[in-house]
């Protein structure tokens, strides 16, 4: 069973949840228990306010049950990807909720710097893998909830393992993760005479931060936009334009950006040729002083040692606030979803707390040539004069691929041939000539399909290849 507004109210028939709430009931049952969820009286009374009354912004299929609440309780199993700054708010939310069939995969063990922000880890947990003590820690403080710990990378499972939950929360920082599980959900939809099978959708709820920035987004793969659709959101690299820093310098870090930029490559501090180390304390210092006359100059305060760092280092704080304001919407949409109770946001939320506060949502839309949710075959357009490193590069550089190390194979005369993969050295080495070769020396011709695998999709992606004259 998995998610569709009408199969989630009925995921239980009649007689089999009628039994699995008594046998809760049995099980559960604690002092001053009510019976039907087998909680302390009164425990679940903020969740049944929504399950159990229908209001103005009720789902118009939506029909108030007593019986919702043993599929949150019980059924429902929701899969939290990241244990982190998103990942401890989302595991508390979603546990305090009501679901209590959790899992949760992080490939991080915990740093002393994680605590101020990490509620879920403690000094003693220094050095542990952060799914498990997080886990542990909800486990204890949660009856009943049951928070199922992977210390893994996401790309370590398959699609048996996705397949088996209701919703997917995302609380990552690396985009790649992102589209690659992006990628296995759209790869996990039925198609049935070309239309899409509802409940094979499995949702997507992604959260994101950056400082005092964030995004909470509901995708329903195959339905609406993918992250690969909004690709051209996710900028390669923030940087500030240079005739700012180099003539009108408004913040203390355009003064920093300044000497890194500017000043240390023509005064040499450390010696020619010698490149600025951030962590090395006295680079960092000169960058430092050499900021602060800067900003005296312009009357510009705020240059500390510790933003110089952060700004020589590329470092964007991690702002607790914004992990819970962000998180909690994820949260919200979760059991919007998951409740089929009320319309989930439509579809991209943006929050921002940098300047005041600011919220805005829009519908971000499919990308009908989306090369990860959309059935058409992509196409590569390209002169039979064009090198295979032309190929390559397109696939890196463009917004809407930004591939990291795509594998090119394609088949000839009924074999695979691979044109070139970089991710294993001894085949870098034999297949690295090709990219200097053309297209047409290589001996593909007009039309040919070209299969590209990269580390930001579990599916191999086809090109067809059409010549330019
Ligand atoms: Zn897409």
């Not at 507004?5 to 028939?13: D, G, Q, T, V």
């Not at 979803?337 to 005041?356: E, K, T, W």
């Not at 463009?398 to 190390?405: A, E, V």
Request: net charge negative; glycine share 6%; charged share 25%.
């Amino acid at each position: 069973m998995r998610w569709a507004p009408e199969n989630m109210a009925e995921a239980l028939e009649p007689e089999k949840k009628r039994r699995r709430i008594e046998e809760l009931t049995d099980k559960m049952a604690v002092d001053g228990g009510c019976g039907d969820t087998g909680d302390w009286e009164g425990r679940w009374n903020h969740v049944k306010k929504f399950l159990e009354r229908s209001g103005p912004f009720t789902h118009p299929d939506f029909e108030p049950s007593t019986e919702s609440l043993g599929f949150l309780l019980n059924t429902c199993k929701i899969l939290v990807l990241g244990a982190g700054g998103l990942g401890c708010e989302l595991l508390k939310n979603l546990a305090l909720s009501g679901f209590q069939q959790i899992d949760v995969i992080d490939m991080d063990t915990i740093d002393v710097s994680n605590l101020n922000r990490q509620f879920l880890f403690r000094p003693k947990d220094v050095g542990r893998p952060k799914a498990e003590v997080a886990a542990e820690f909800i486990n204890s403080r949660i009856p009943g909830c049951n928070v199922t710990p992977h210390f893994k990378k996401i790309q370590d499972f398959d699609e048996t393992f996705y397949k088996q939950f209701h919703i997917v929360v995302c609380g990552l920082d690396s985009i790649i993760a992102r589209r690659w599980i992006n990628g296995m959900l759209v790869s996990l939809l039925n198609y049935e005479d070309g239309a899409l099978d509802p409940s094979s959708i499995i949702p997507l709820i992604d959260g994101g931060t950056e400082g005092f920035k964030g995004n909470a987004r509901v995708i329903l793969p195959g339905m609406t936009a993918c992250i690969d659709c909004t690709l051209d959101l996710y900028p390669p690299q923030i940087n500030f334009p240079m005739c700012t820093i180099a003539s009108m310098p408004r913040l203390p870090e355009h003064c920093i950006e300044y000497v890194r930029v500017l000043q240390w490559p023509k005064e040499q501090p450390f010696g020619d040729g010698v490149t600025l180390d951030g962590d090395d304390p006295e680079h960092i210092q000169w960058v430092f002083h050499r900021a602060l006359e800067r900003a005296a100059q312009f009357k510009i305060t705020g240059v500390t040692y510790r933003l110089t760092q952060g700004v020589v280092k590329r470092i964007i704080p991690a702002v607790a606030s914004t992990n819970a304001v962000i998180a909690a919407s994820c949260a919200t949409e979760v059991f919007k979803l998951a409740s089929s109770a009320y319309n989930p946001l439509n579809n991209y939320l943006v929050f921002n707390d940098v300047d005041g506060l600011y919220t805005y949502t829009f519908e971000a839309e499919r990308k009908d040539n989306c090369f990860a949710c959309s059935p058409v075959t992509q196409k590569l357009q390209f002169p039979s004069s064009a090198k295979l490193q032309d190929v390559l590069d397109f696939l890196k550089e463009t917004s809407s691929l930004q591939m990291k190390t795509p594998a090119i194979t394609t088949t000839m005369n009924g074999k695979n041939k691979t044109l070139y993969l970089q991710t294993i050295s001894s085949i870098e080495e034999r297949t690295r000539p090709n990219l200097s070769r053309t297209l047409k020396e290589l001996g593909l011709t007009d039309g040919q399909e070209l299969a590209v695998a990269d580390v930001t999709t579990p599916q191999t992606v086809l090109f067809k290849l059409h010549f330019t004259s």
